[in-house]
Nanobody
Framework: QVRLVQSGGGSVQAGGSLRLSCAAS????MAWFRQAPGKEREGVAI???????IYADSVKGRFTISRDNAKNTLYLQMNSLRPEDTAMYYC??????????????????WGQGTPVTVSS
């Protein structure tokens, strides 16, 4: 059975930091997405099988994606948070390496979502 269980997140003031976790079973978590109210779900970051990482331009230099393979847990360290980072964040997994990693349809499994609120 595939499960992606998220934890972390919450509310923070602008400039603060938060860390998200995604503990997986039955699959390997690889990407983080977010969805703000009234907006489409967008890719934030992905970590590829050999460890290479790719980030959306909006979070480069502020967010760091990592994975503990022994724990099969994905992380997203978010620093220098801005109000525009406010969204529901989701981890995702795919049975193949996505060729368009920012497209939600590329992923088979999703975490339950965790809210992140950044106040100014």
């Amino acid at each position: 059975q595939v499960r992606l269980v998220q934890s972390g997140g919450g509310s923070v003031q602008a400039g603060g930091s938060l860390r998200l976790s995604c503990a997986a079973s039955g699959t390997t978590p690889m990407a983080w997405f977010r969805q703000a109210p009234g907006k489409e779900r967008e890719g934030v970051a992905i970590i590829l099988p050999r460890g290479a990482t790719i980030y959306a331009d909006s979070v480069k230099g502020r967010f760091t994606i990592s994975r503990d393979n022994a724990k099969n847990t994905l992380y997203l360290q978010m620093n220098s948070l801005r109000p525009e980072d406010t969204a529901m964040y989701y981890c995702a997994a795919s049975t193949t390496v996505p060729f368009r990693w920012r497209e939600p349809f590329q992923y088979n499994y999703w975490g339950q979502g965790t809210p992140v609120t950044v106040s100014s």
